[in-house]
């Protein structure tokens, strides 16, 4: 009798060991943060990256409507490919705040430059805390955030392909 | 006169110094609960990374600014999730990570008691 309890015991906790198990195989493992709604702290001050003047994000920001926010550096590949779209996104009368993240003045200028700036005004992130308050993890990485609310939308990982641009555009006339 | 001088200077950057020194600690206790978010594995304090090391000036900043310990994981946690911390919250989804070590604790503290009372 005793012997039969103990092996239904141990079929149990076999058997929920394998759900817990089977349940943990369809987790996504992918890091993502792209459903957080936190807000950013706008009376953080920045450098402009051509006057070298220190300014008030919130001013870059257009109060009735949202903005898109890009984080790009002259020696990330990937920023170089995406740049087409933000072209494109300027093209389409699109606010961007470009924030310069660790990079030299000089390159980054070049950078723009020779691509184009799509840009509205670039600020400079020396030393990656402002890409934190963001909640950036690296280049290039792109927000879209209310002039409202001070939250974010939407936030884009990784270089913009074409299709998110028509996403883009959505959102922005979405939350107008 | 010198001599105080001297002494006056020695205990004041012995003061700075050892200021200096208990906020590094603070940083460095606080960045290993921190998950280095584009390297696996590791916590912000082990990493070298470009993100691990804005991390640690952002938490050097806050502690510089007065923010407690707690602050500074609700910040972080508000910016990039749960997953930045390691230790999990109890919620829902956690509860029975918490729980079964309890469990298991009364489970085997109760086989102790009924194998020693047996006796």
């Known amino acids: 009798m005793s012997k039969n309890i103990k092996f239904l015991g141990l079929l149990l906790t076999l058997i929920i060991i394998f759900i817990i198990l089977l349940k943990g195989l369809n987790v996504s493992k992918d890091y993502s943060n792209e459903k957080l709604k936190s807000k950013i702290d706008f009376s953080l001050n920045a450098k402009k990256l051509f006057s070298d003047e220190i300014i008030n994000i919130s001013d870059l920001f257009d109060k009735n409507s949202p903005s898109v926010v890009n984080i790009w550096a002259s020696w990330c590949a990937p920023c170089r490919e995406e740049h087409q779209f933000l072209m494109k996104l300027k093209d389409m009368n699109i606010n961007i705040i470009g924030i310069n993240y660790k990079d030299s003045p000089k390159n980054a200028k070049n950078f723009l430059n020779s691509l184009g700036n799509p840009y509205s005004e670039v600020i400079t992130d020396n030393d990656g805390t402002k890409s934190i308050e963001f909640g950036a993890i690296g280049v290039p990485e792109t927000f879209i955030i209310s002039g409202k609310t001070n939250e974010i939308i939407k936030k884009y990982i990784g270089p913009l392909t074409s299709e998110n641009l028509i996403e883009i555009k959505n959102l922005l006339e979405e939350n107008a | ?119």
Do not use: H
């Not at chain 2, 912000?44 to 938490?59: E, H, I, P, T």
């Not at chain 2, 230790?87 to 489970?107: D, G, R, V």
């Open chain 2, 1 to 119: 006169m010198l001599k105080i001088l001297k002494l006056i200077l020695l205990l004041y950057f012995s003061f700075n110094f050892s200021y200096a020194n208990e906020i590094n600690t603070k940083v460095d206790q606080i960045t290993k609960n921190l998950r280095c978010l584009i390297c696996q594995g590791q916590s912000v304090y082990d990493s070298q990374s470009d993100f691990a090391v804005s991390m640690k000036l952002v938490v050097k900043n806050k502690i510089d600014e007065g923010k407690e310990e707690e602050e500074i994981y609700d910040y972080l946690k508000n910016k990039y999730g749960e997953w930045i911390v390691y230790e999990p919250e109890l919620n829902q989804n956690t509860f029975l990570l918490w729980s079964i070590p309890l469990i298991l604790f009364a489970f085997g503290g109760l086989l102790i008691i009924r194998k020693v009372s047996i006796k």
